[in-house]
T-cell receptor, first 113, second 112 residues
Framework: LAKTTQPISMDSYEGQEVNITCSHNNIATNDYITWYQQFPSQGPRFIIQGYKTKVTNEVASLFIPADRKSSTLSLPRVSLSDTAVYYCLVGGPLGGGYNKLIFGAGTRLAVHP | SQTIHQWPATLVQPVGSPLSLECTVEGTSNPNLYWYRQAAGRGLQLLFYSIGIDQISSEVPQNLSASRPQDRQFILSSKKLLLSDSGFYLC???????????FGQGTRLTVV
């Protein structure tokens, strides 16, 4: 399983775009990159998943460079309700990566008025 | 649609008492099932995962155990709780075909 490294915390203000980068230098060829959001006293919630280039949904965008050794979660125009912990997760079909889901320490995002 | 139920929501137990947390999934078959623990202000620690009935893997040595008596039922147990077992316990399921997992609402356990 590829190990991930994220910043421990980030601060932003309402209306700004927030980019959270995750490093995964030993990502395997078949691994996917997934991001989760967790609010206090709740379970994590799936945000977005991608394999390469760019993926966009109604919540966020995920940018993955060609070497796939990192990924960036982009949250457009954040609001106070986006204050949460964001986890980057890497896994694939080989080596039990789809079965053993291990979360890193996450990035604690604080959005200020 | 699939749903996951986890109970109880909160629990206060004395040291040395037993523990049983239950998790059930509806609307899917043969899911991967997980138990995580989260200490205050910390990340998620994977405790157990199961890819099928009687197929349970333990990730962290501890005084906890897990069982899967039915396809969509996952139980976390302990014979004697320790103070260090306090935390937020989360059950989750996934299809096993990707890294998208769905979490229950969690159980906040306080061992006193």
């Amino acid at each position: 399983l590829a190990k991930t490294t994220q910043p421990i915390s980030m601060d932003s203000y309402e209306g700004q775009e927030v980019n959270i980068t995750c490093s995964h230098n030993n990502i395997a060829t078949n691994d996917y990159i997934t991001w989760y959001q967790q609010f206090p006293s709740q379970g994590p919630r799936f945000i977005i998943q991608g394999y390469k280039t760019k993926v966009t949904n109604e919540v966020a965008s995920l940018f993955i460079p060609a070497d796939r050794k990192s990924s960036t979660l982009s949250l457009p125009r954040v609001s106070l309700s986006d204050t949460a912990v964001y986890y980057c997760l890497v896994g694939g079909p080989l080596g039990g990566g789809y079965n053993k889901l291990i979360f890193g320490a996450g990035t604690r995002l604080a959005v200020h008025p | 649609s699939q749903t996951i139920h986890q109970w109880p929501a909160t629990l206060v137990q004395p040291v040395g008492s037993p523990l049983s947390l239950e998790c059930t999934v509806e609307g899917t078959s043969n899911p991967n099932l997980y138990w995580y623990r989260q200490a205050a202000g910390r990340g998620l620690q994977l405790l157990f995962y199961s890819i099928g009935i009687d197929q349970i893997s333990s990730e962290v040595p501890q005084n906890l155990s897990a069982s899967r008596p039915q396809d969509r039922q996952f139980i976390l147990s302990s014979k004697k709780l320790l103070l260090s077992d306090s935390g937020f316990y989360l059950c989750a399921w996934s299809s096993g075909e990707n890294t998208e997992a769905f979490f229950g609402q969690g159980t906040r356990l306080t061992v006193v």
